[in-house]
C-alpha cells in the first residue's frame, strides 16, 4: 500500500515514475456535470451520509453561536467561515469518494470502514494538500477581515440585524460585498483549479500531491468554462444549503462530493 512507502520511495514515485505527461486527460462537457450531478444523488440516496456530513459542520455553528452568546462579534467572519468550508471541501470528501468508488465496484460500505479509506491513499501527499487548503482558508479569513476593517470597520459587538441593515443600505456595505466577493473569487478559483480531480485521483491512483494538483491543472486548461461552471454549481448549491439553517448542506455536501468523483473518472479515465 502506498501509506507504507518511504520518504524516498514517494518522492520518487512523485517526482519521476508517475509523469503527468502519461495521465490522459479529457475534456468535459456540460452534459456531464448533469450527469455527475445525477449520478450523486444516486449515491446519497444508497448510502445517506448526512448525520456524517452535519457532524463536520454544526460544531462550526454551535462556536459562532457560543460567540453571540458570550457577546463576541464574530457575525463579521461568519460569512467568511461559511464560504472558506468550501475551500476544505476536497479533503472533507475523501470518504465520500471512497463510497462512490466502492458503489462503483460493486462493493458495500459500512462507516466503520472509514479506517481503511486512509490507508488507500498516502498519508504524506494528502497531507500536504490538507496543510496547503488550511493555509489558504487561514489567509481567506485574514484576508476577509481586513476587508471588512476597510470598510465597515464596525468595532465591538453588533446586534446581528443592525450588522445586515449596514451591509445591505450603505455604500460601504455594497464595497464589502463586491469586494469580499472579488476576493472570495480569486480564492475559490484557485482552489477549484488545483483540486478539482486532485484528492479522488489520491484514492484511485499511486499518484504523489504534485502528480494530483498537476492532472487537476491539466482538467482545467483542457476544460475551463465547464470547470468554472461547476464551480458555480458548488457554489450555488452550498449558498442554498447554508440558508436551509446549515441542514441543506447535509444533503448538497454529500451529493457533491459524490459528484465530484464522477467528474474524476470523467476527466481521468481508467
Known amino acids: 500500500m502506498v501509506n507504507h512507502m518511504d ?18 486527460v479529457r475534456a468535459l462537457k456540460v452534459s456531464d456535470l448533469i450527469d455527475c450531478l445525477k449520478l450523486g444523488l444516486e449515491d446519497f440516496k444508497a448510502k445517506p451520509s448526512h448525520i456524517f456530513v452535519l457532524g463536520l459542520i ?19 467572519l461568519a460569512f467568511p467561515v461559511a464560504a472558506g ?9 475523501i470518504v465520500l469518494y471512497e463510497i462512490s468508488r466502492r458503489r462503483e465496484q460493486g462493493q458495500s460500505f459500512a462507516w466503520g470502514d472509514i479506517g481503511e479509506v486512509f490507508h488507500r491513499v498516502s498519508t504524506w501527499s494528502v497531507g500536504v494538500l490538507m496543510v496547503a487548503l488550511v493555509a489558504v482558508f487561514g489567509v481567506w479569513l485574514v484576508v476577509a477581515q481586513a476587508i471588512f476593517d476597510a470598510t465597515l470597520g464596525v468595532g465591538g459587538y453588533i446586534a446581528p440585524a443592525a450588522f445586515i441593515g449596514q451591509v445591505l443600505t450603505t455604500p460601504e456595505g455594497w464595497t464589502l460585498i463586491m469586494l469580499g466577493n472579488a476576493a472570495g473569487l480569486v480564492f475559490a478559483a484557485g482552489v477549484l483549479a488545483t483540486n478539482v480531480v486532485s484528492f479522488p485521483m489520491l484514492l484511485d491512483r499511486e499518484v504523489g500531491a504534485s502528480a494530483a494538483v498537476a492532472t487537476s491543472l491539466r482538467v482545467a486548461a483542457k ?4 470547470v468554472a461552471i461547476w464551480g458555480l454549481i458548488i457554489a450555488g448549491s452550498m449558498a442554498i444549503g447554508a440558508a436551509a439553517l446549515l441542514v441543506g448542506l447535509g444533503v448538497v455536501v454529500p451529493v457533491l462530493g459524490h459528484a465530484t468523483w464522477h467528474l474524476y473518472r470523467k476527466a481521468v479515465p481508467q
Request: no cysteine; proline share 8%.
Open 7 to 24: 520518504t524516498h520511495q514517494i518522492a520518487a514515485n512523485d517526482a519521476a515514475v508517475h509523469s503527468t505527461n502519461d495521465i490522459v
Open 58 to 76: 454544526y460544531p462550526i455553528g454551535t462556536a459562532l453561536a457560543f460567540g453571540y452568546a458570550l457577546g463576541r462579534d464574530v457575525l463579521p
Open 85 to 93: 468550508l468550501a475551500l476544505l471541501g476536497p479533503f472533507a470528501a
Open 223 to 226: 476544460s475551463p468554462v465547464t
